[in-house]
């Protein structure tokens, strides 16, 4: 069984950063890619940054680019969410993802296989 777990949230200013981090255990020799989403108070779940396991190849949303930044250690069957300039509409419940199967794009939920518990992001003005 895949089991996920996120960690590195919390409270932080508006302008300042944070590190997310979300490990992942069984059957890793098969992941496609990794990807954090975020569902802020009162909205639907949304894609934020995906990265291919193998490749390395990475894919963001436009609100994040330049701001955010995904990566992973494969021996360590890891992946980061760098989170710099963070605003306000930032805050929300971050999520990492995993998916098996070769994906096109990268932000409908239904091609993603496991989900972690959720790590609570906070921005303050």
């Known amino acids: 069984q895949v089991q996920l777990v996120e960690s590195g949230g919390g409270l932080v200013q508006a302008g300042g950063s944070l590190r997310l981090s979300c490990a992942f255990s069984g059957r890793a020799f098969s992941t496609f890619a990794m990807a954090w989403f975020r569902q802020a108070p009162g909205k639907e779940r949304e894609f934020v940054a995906a990265?291919?396991?193998?490749?390395?190849?990475?894919s963001y949303t436009d609100s994040v680019k330049g701001r955010f930044t995904i990566s992973r250690d494969n021996a360590k069957s890891t992946v980061f969410l760098q989170m710099d300039s963070l605003k306000p509409e930032g805050t929300a419940v971050y999520y990492c993802?995993?998916?098996?199967?070769?994906?096109?794009?990268?932000?409908?939920?239904?091609?993603?296989?496991?989900w972690g518990q959720g790590t609570q992001v906070t921005v303050s003005s």
């Open positions: 993802a995993r998916s098996e199967r070769p994906i096109v794009v990268y932000y409908y939920i239904k091609d993603y296989d496991n």
């Open positions: 990265i291919r396991w193998n490749g390395g190849i990475t």
